[in-house]
């Protein structure tokens, strides 16, 4: 591509200019995603660690109900006395221009909605047992989606940053290489051209 470029003074400084700036934004983009590999490593270890809770937690709670469901028989009617949770709201905060959601709960003390008498405590522990669940995914999907979206903009950092270090500088690097030894050679076929002349005057004055 270096020959299609006009050999030109003008040219030179344009693609000198372009080729400071790829590589700011080179530097930039390899900073953006060194921070935000950063960012992402301090919450692999949580989502390992409230994967690990739910799956034990979950493991307990639907034992407790199968134990409940034996000794009072099916407790679908009962369950449904529990109230929905509807305290749930997002904010978001920017971490290099990605937008990292933050999830408000509410959290209320558990308090038993249903009747004692038609339960028991193995009915007891499985409810608190989901109610624990409910607030480990409550987390664990709001470090899922911080994960997903710092992971997202760390392929398109690195995206740009190779298309900038693999193409575009060196596309630059080159024409500016091809304009450089052009302009040389133009000016030490001018300089010939003036020496030549020049003698060729000085031996006419001679003659």
Not at 53 to 61: N, Q, S
Not at 136 to 151: P, Q, S
Request: glycine share 4%; charged share 30%; net charge positive.
């Amino acid at each position: 591509m270096s020959n299609q470029v006009s050999p030109t003074k003008g040219n030179l400084m344009t693609l000198q200019k372009s080729y400071e700036l790829a590589q700011k934004g080179f530097e930039l983009m390899d900073r953006k995603r060194n921070i935000l590999i950063a960012e992402m490593m301090t919450y692999l270890d949580d989502v390992k660690a409230i994967r690990g809770e739910i799956w034990e937690t979950f493991r307990k709670g639907y034992r407790a109900l199968q134990e409940a469901n034996i000794t009072l028989g099916i407790v679908s009617e009962i369950a449904k006395s529990i109230p929905i949770d509807s305290g749930l709201s997002v904010t978001y905060r920017s971490v290099m221009g990605v937008e990292i959601p933050k999830v408000k709960h509410e959290k209320q003390v558990v308090r038993l909605s249903y009747g004692i008498g038609s339960t028991n405590t193995k009915f007891d522990y499985a409810y608190q047992m989901f109610h624990k669940v409910r607030d480990l995914t409550i987390r664990l999907a709001e470090i899922e989606n911080v994960v997903y979206r710092l992971a997202n903009a760390i392929r398109k950092a690195q995206k740009r940053a190779n298309a900038l270090d693999h193409v575009v500088i060196p596309r630059f690097a080159s024409q500016i290489k091809f304009i450089t030894l052009a302009l040389e050679e133009k000016d030490r076929e001018a300089f010939i051209r003036q020496k030549v002349i020049k003698n060729h005057q000085e031996a006419k004055k001679r003659a």
